[in-house]
């Protein structure tokens, strides 16, 4: 869709859609969430982008989207027992060519459901690169972890306000066409909007980049709400003191305040982990652990599950297969390369290109784990 048509669309529909908007603008309450959680299978997953894709521009894009690999991949983690992935959108996907990227988008979670997997979708995220740009992407810079994964919206636009009709829109118009699809789970509106990249693209960033995230936040999720999802909102809270409401930074408290289940990260050991837990279980919401297992952290598949399975507290590990972000590959290859060597143990990532697990027995424990219980036949009768 071309920006001007946007912008009529946006116009055209304003007075309706604000009055949408009254009507249904507001978050679930507690036993509404419950309720929605209590429907669920236990949640189950990781973070999904194919090995062929370095960041989310080359997931999506016409040219670069990859069905072939998309499907075998999330056939792996079917697997292991896994029933959902999260998956991260970009805004300029969307901006270039809306039409073709929902219907990307659609082809995406008809091969998922064929894998009886249902998808979290991420709309904005404030991690690594803050200059993203349509069209080919830089192949990845050797040794380095997530080297080219890119920020959605970036800072361009963020630092735009005149952008920030094009950016609901964006919101809008997906939360219009998928907000009532059953195949997809729940919607991550912003991946850790505060993270500022101090160890990567921190000098880089806007000065002012919390501030302007802290703005437009609550109107992402009132547009988002908007389109009426039958599914939840979140974003997850991913670092600080959880343990009480006067520890909460303005952006958590921001986050909780939105909220329909509580999400958050965690790549530390299980005490920490379950730490975390514990805090968010006061809110007295269904929990998403959005990212955690980072081997050489102590945060593991074996050490973090148990944990999640005895608080019911859905889980989503980053990485499925290795690939082009390379993101097996530890954090501080930022600082130092991994060109002429390999990790000890690798920081993400189940599984090599060619299917064989990086692992057997974390695999077999992820099997064991994830067994879901048979049906039961004739159970009518």
Known sequence: MKPWRIGLCLLAGLSLFGQQRNRQQ???TEAEAEQWYAREAWPVGANFIPSTASNELEMWQADTFDPTTIDRELGLAEGLGMNTMRVFL???????????????????????????????????DSCWDPFPEIGPQRPPQPGIHNSRWVQSPGAQALMNPKEYDNLLAYVQDIIDDFGNDKRVLAWDLWNEPDNLNDDSYGTTEPANKAALVEALLPKVFTFARGGLPQQPLTTGLWRGDWSSPDKLTEMEKIQLDNSDVVSFHSYAKPDEFEQRVVWLEALHRPILCTEYMA???????????????KHNIGAYNWGLVAGKTQTYLPWDSWKSPYIDRQPAVWFHEIFRQDGTPYSPEEVAFLKSILERPKAVKNAHK
């Not at 990227?101 to 998808?119: C, E, G, P, S, V």
């Not at 050489?296 to 599950?305: D, K, V």
């Open 90 to 124: 970009h805004y300029l996907a969307w901006h270039k060519d809306a039409g073709g990227f929902k219907r990307r988008i659609n082809t995406y979670l008809k091969i998922a459901d064929q894998h009886h997997i249902k998808t979290l979708f991420v709309l904005f």
């Open 295 to 309: 081997r050489p952290n102590g945060s593991t598949f074996q050490s973090i599950l148990p944990i999640a399975k």
């Open 26 to 28: 507001r978050h679930w």
